[in-house]
């Protein structure tokens, strides 16, 4: 079944961040610095964390968080999503 997963990494060096930002561009919705969803499933997930751990080094820090369809998604500011896009799915936005 496919959900939402949110992914985020602090990457310390600008080769290997350049190279994680424009792999996960062509899988995922970026959403802000270094935080992307992605909607696949489980075994999507898992081979999307594989293909980008194997671009990183173990200074890197990677994390791929399951989002809960049912769970509201808070903001401070902005919006979600740029005017003019749409994320399929229910997510229901909270502003602050």
């Known amino acids: 079944m496919k959900q939402n997963w949110l992914i985020a990494y602090d990457i310390t060096d ?3 961040l350049g190279r994680a930002y424009r792999f996960l561009s062509g899988q995922a919705l970026h959403l802000q610095n270094s935080v992307f969803i992605f ?3 489980q075994e999507e997930a ?3 964390f594989q293909k980008l751990t194997g671009m990183l080094d ?3 820090d990677l994390r791929i ?3 809960n369809p049912h769970s509201p998604i808070y903001e401070l ?3 979600l999503l740029a005017e003019g896009i749409v994320l399929c799915g229910h997510i229901p ?3 602050g």
Do not use: E, F, M
Request: avoid cysteine; charge should be positive; hydrophobic fraction near 25%.
């Open 77 to 79: 500011k902005g919006s």
């Open 65 to 67: 968080y399951s989002l």
């Open 93 to 95: 936005v909270i502003s």
């Open 14 to 16: 600008r080769k290997r």
């Open 58 to 60: 173990k200074a890197d």
């Open 39 to 41: 909607k696949g499933t």
């Open 46 to 48: 898992q081979h999307l």
